[in-house]
Every structure is written in C-alpha cells, then in structure tokens.
C-alpha cells in the first residue's frame, strides 16, 4: 500500500466469504490442488507450506503462470465449491498479488486484506471462516517491502503525524509494531513490518479460540512471511 495523497483515497476491507516425506512429486505440482472428498483440501499444513514456497521460486525465475488454474474447466470446477488451502492475510497494495507471487490459480488462497495487513474483528471472522468452515490447514500473513501503511504508522511514532479520515485507524493497530522496532539496528521501517506481521501472527496463533484447537492437533500452521518488490522472493521469517 502507498499512502500518497491519501486525503483523496478510502480504504475498503475486503472479506470474502504431517510429513514433509509425503511431498515427493508435490511441490512441482502443476495442476489445481483439489479436495480429496470434493469439500476441503487434503494437503498437511507443512505440504500447503511447501507448495506455496516452490511456487514462489517458480515467480522469482518469470516461470510461465499456470493456467490450468484459471482455464474454463477449473472456473466451471470451483462454481460448485472452494477447496483453498491457504488463508493469506495481506495488505492492500496493487504491487503485491498473492496469486503471482506464489504461482497459484483460481480457487486455491482464499484471501483476506486489510492495509497493513492487520486483522480486526471483520477480518477475523474471514480468517476463522477459511479455518473452520472450509478446512484451510494453513494461515500466512504476509506483510511486503515498502508497506506504506507501516510507514505511516512510523511518521506517528517519530514526527506525531495524523491522517484524515479513516485512514488513522488504519495505521493505530501498526503503532505498537513500531514502537517495538524502534530497539533494533537496521533499518526502521523493515524492521517494523516485520514487527507487525509477527504481531497478528502471535494474535492469530494465541488469542483466537477457533484458531487455537487446531493448532494443538497438528492441522493447522500460522506463519508470518515478508514479500520483497524488487526481486520478488518471500521470506518466511516466522514459521513457529
């Protein structure tokens, strides 16, 4: 997200509504993942994991996109139901399109944004709803390079910055990331982006009870995870 003339732009939250052996042949995968009973997914959460890392390699190196994944065949196919097998929280930034950066196609992340890739109780309910309802063994936040969102939550904390209307609200959730941060050598702003993705990470993982049980039985994995815009690699910095 790139908070420029923000005065002129509203922000909208959108919420649509094991063993790593077992991976031979799964982390090339080129067609669609599908549910082994035709209503949720079959992959473990360290498999989910894995093909959402392989698919990133794939972006980095300009692999041809899958379009298996998004052919009329496969829009027909998920007209009937969804089967995703990771629940992505992200920011809102045109740069940063979950489907690209992990090679995957339609049907396949079910996708949850919010600037600054915070969570509120909207949000959760999204997140809860791909966990619960529709089995998704894998939960990702990903936060990104450059987050404006973030970089607006460091002017409040350096220069007591104020933004118009709703957007104040936004980057509120963001100010304790970076007042955290603050204690770190390097880089500022990077350092609290990854402060606020460990942040929502440490929530989902901790103070949400339908997120909480299957994480004791073993079905489900919360990660934290920064995308880079210039070379296009993600890196999966807080896996638990």
Do not use: W
């Not at 082994?36 to 959402?52: E, F, I, N, V, Y």
């Amino acid at each position: 997200m790139t908070l420029v003339s923000l005065s002129r732009r509203n922000f909208v939250q959108c919420a649509c509504c094991a063993t790593i052996g077992s991976l031979a042949g799964l982390s090339t995968r080129t067609t669609p993942v599908r549910a082994a009973s035709g209503h949720r997914t079959d992959l473990t959460p360290d498999q989910a994991l894995a093909l959402l890392k392989e698919g990133n390699r794939s972006f980095t190196t300009d692999a041809p996109f899958r379009r298996e994944t998004t052919n009329r065949d496969r829009r027909i196919e998920i007209a009937r139901g969804q089967t995703p097998f990771v629940v992505l929280v992200g920011c809102s930034d045109s740069r940063v399109s979950p489907e690209l950066l992990f090679g995957r196609g339609l049907g396949e992340l079910f996708i949850v944004r919010n600037a600054g890739n915070t969570v509120d109780s909207v949000g959760m309910g999204s997140v809860e709803y791909g966990v619960a309802e529709l089995g998704v063994p894998l939960i990702v936040v990903l936060g990104h390079e450059k987050c404006g969102a973030v970089q607006a939550a460091v002017q409040v904390v350096k220069e007591n910055a104020t933004f118009p209307g709703s957007i104040g609200r936004v980057v509120e959730p963001i100010v304790p990331a970076v007042l955290k941060a603050q204690s770190q050598a390097g880089d500022l702003l990077d350092n609290s982006v990854r402060e606020n993705v460990r942040r929502t990470v440490h929530r989902l993982r901790t103070e949400e009870a339908l997120l909480v049980e299957p994480q004791k039985a073993g079905k489900l994995k919360i990660v934290g995870a920064r995308y880079d815009l210039d070379d296009g690699s993600v890196d999966f910095f807080d896996e638990g």
